[in-house]
């Protein structure tokens, strides 16, 4: 299995920046496409990115497209995301999920998840 923990979530102000890391462990870390979600008070979990195995592909949310970036280091077993120009409705938790297949982290969820870290920004 994979497990997974966040760091790096606090307050920001609106137009600053965060950046989240998600480690992992799990002997077949590689394999697994990587995304991250977010879940807001009384909303339901919704994507936010996505990385595949290799690295040569991203997928990422139309609210957030343009001001945040996923990467990963399959050699430190870490995949990141960059969030600039924050806005007031980033504020979430943020989840990172690992699943084989890129499409169906997508479209139904990580089959391994972190706890969560807490985003807030507020001015």
């Known amino acids: 299995q994979v497990q997974l923990v966040e760091s790096g979530g606090g307050l920001a102000q609106p137009g600053g920046s965060l950046r989240l890391s998600c480690a992992a462990s799990g002997r077949a870390f590689s394999s697994y496409a990587l995304g991250w979600f977010r879940q807001a008070p009384g909303k339901e979990r919704e994507f936010v990115a996505a990385i595949s195995w290799n690295g040569g592909s991203t997928s990422y949310a139309d609210s957030v497209k343009g001001r945040f970036t996923i990467s990963r280091d399959n050699a430190k077993k870490t995949v990141s995301l960059q969030m600039n120009s924050l806005k007031a409705e980033d504020t979430a938790v943020y989840y990172c999920?690992?699943?084989?297949?890129?499409?169906?982290?997508?479209?139904?969820?990580?089959?391994?998840w972190g706890q969560g870290t807490q985003v807030t920004v507020s001015s």
């Open positions: 999920g690992a699943r084989m297949s890129m499409t169906d982290l997508r479209n139904i969820g990580g089959s391994y």
